[in-house]
Structure formats: structure tokens, C-alpha cells
T-cell receptor, first 114, second 112 residues
């Protein structure tokens, strides 16, 4: 049982390039989340999904898009990367809403934009 | 608005001592609270949660205390070990919200 798996673990991009971060969970969780973690800022919610085929904006959604075509996968896309998007990205999932059950996290993707 | 914060950004303890990590929240509607541990290079790991109908909950070597009167949450770690060295986050939510609000974290260092 792998839990929440994020790929890739590290990536360096040039400004303007695009990429997709993949999150996969094998716990049959309904809810999935994407966060970014920056020094001194804590975890900030980018987008989340309350079930297959649904997505919603979080606290800092600009510059990112997401898709949840399959229940177990949640993709985070950067269409045109900017240096301000240099961060550590975490995916999480929860069985039910995050206000009732704990979220379980992957080990992150470390993304640098040059 | 909602905010979750920590009183101390760093905490240093001796191995074997008990540790107490504090957290304050401002939303009186918050009714679900979680503590996470984050080791270097890893994602946050769930430790323990508590709902507002309780004021204390115990796990293995950890206890969470909730004081709704002063909107304060604490995590107590008994017999702290070097493996407990990490950053600890509190997070809170309330019914009707699908999201958690995270504090900025306290770094716990355990000295041998």
C-alpha cells in the first residue's frame, strides 16, 4: 500500500516552460488536494477535488490548472512556468472532506524555475 | 478571518524530556484539529486529530489538548526521542469547509 505517490520528485524548468505534476493515491479516497510550501509561508492550498471529474480553486490557484479524470489521480499543470512558482509541491488525499478526516500527504515535488 | 499560528517557531529539548508544542487559532467555528509531523525532505505525516466535542485525546506517546475557551491547542510528546526531531504543524477546519488551514510550524530539536 503506497499511499500517496508524487512524480517527479525533482524538476528544474526554464521560465515559460510547461509541465505536469502527477499525484496518485491507492486508498480509494474521494478528496484530493494540491499545496505549495514556501519558507515562512506554511502550506497553501492551490486546487482541490471532491471527487472524480470535479475540481475547485484553493487559496493560490493563479498560474495552475488541475484535472481529476480518474479517482486515483490528480494532475497539477503549469502552463507557463514563472520563477515565483519555485516551491515544494505536495499532494494530499482524504477519505472524506478535509474537515472531518485527516489528509494524507505524498513526499513532495521540488520544483525550481530558472 | 481564519488563522492558525504557533507561539514558538523553535523548541529545543533534551532526549527523554516531555515536549509541548502550542498552537492558537482564531476561528471560533473551528471544530476539527490535526497535528502533523514533517521531517526534512518528507511530506507532512498525520499524528493525531481531535474534534471540538473533546478536550483531550491520547495516542502513542502523544496527547493533544484542546481549550476552546481560549482557542488553544497543544501537542504533548512524552519521553521525546531524537526521531521526534521535525517540524510540527497544527491545522484546523470547521463543518461546511472542505479545507484545512495550516499553521506555519514549530521546529522541534531533540538533543542527545
Amino acid at each position: 500500500n503506497a499511499g500517496v505517490t508524487q512524480t517527479p520528485k525533482f524538476r528544474v524548468l526554464k521560465t515559460g516552460q510547461s509541465m505536469t505534476l502527477l499525484c496518485a493515491q491507492d486508498m480509494n479516497h474521494e478528496y484530493m488536494y494540491w499545496y505549495r510550501q514556501d519558507p515562512g509561508m506554511g502550506l497553501r492550498l492551490i486546487h482541490y477535488s471532491v471527487g472524480e471529474g470535479t475540481t475547485a480553486k484553493g487559496e493560490v490557484p493563479d498560474g495552475y490548472n488541475v484535472s481529476r479524470l480518474k479517482k486515483q489521480n490528480f494532475l497539477l499543470g503549469l502552463e507557463s512556468a514563472a520563477p515565483s512558482q519555485t516551491s515544494v509541491y505536495f499532494c494530499a488525499s482524504s477519505l472524506l472532506t478535509g474537515s472531518r478526516t485527516p489528509q494524507h500527504f505524498g513526499d513532495g515535488t521540488r520544483l525550481s524555475i530558472l | 478571518g481564519e488563522s492558525v499560528g504557533l507561539h514558538l517557531p523553535t523548541l529545543s529539548v533534551q532526549e527523554g524530556d516531555n515536549s509541548i508544542i502550542n498552537c492558537a487559532y482564531s476561528n471560533s467555528a473551528s471544530d476539527y484539529f490535526i497535528w502533523y509531523k514533517q521531517e526534512s525532505g518528507k511530506g507532512p505525516q498525520f499524528i493525531i486529530d481531535i474534534r471540538s466535542n473533546m478536550d483531550k485525546r491520547q495516542g502513542q506517546r502523544v496527547t493533544v489538548l484542546l481549550n476552546k475557551t481560549v482557542k488553544h491547542l497543544s501537542l504533548q510528546i512524552a519521553a521525546t526521542q531524537p526521531g521526534d526531531s521535525a517540524v510540527y504543524f497544527c491545522a484546523e477546519s470547521h463543518g461546511g469547509s472542505e479545507k484545512l488551514v495550516f499553521g506555519k510550524g514549530t521546529k522541534l530539536t531533540v538533543n542527545p
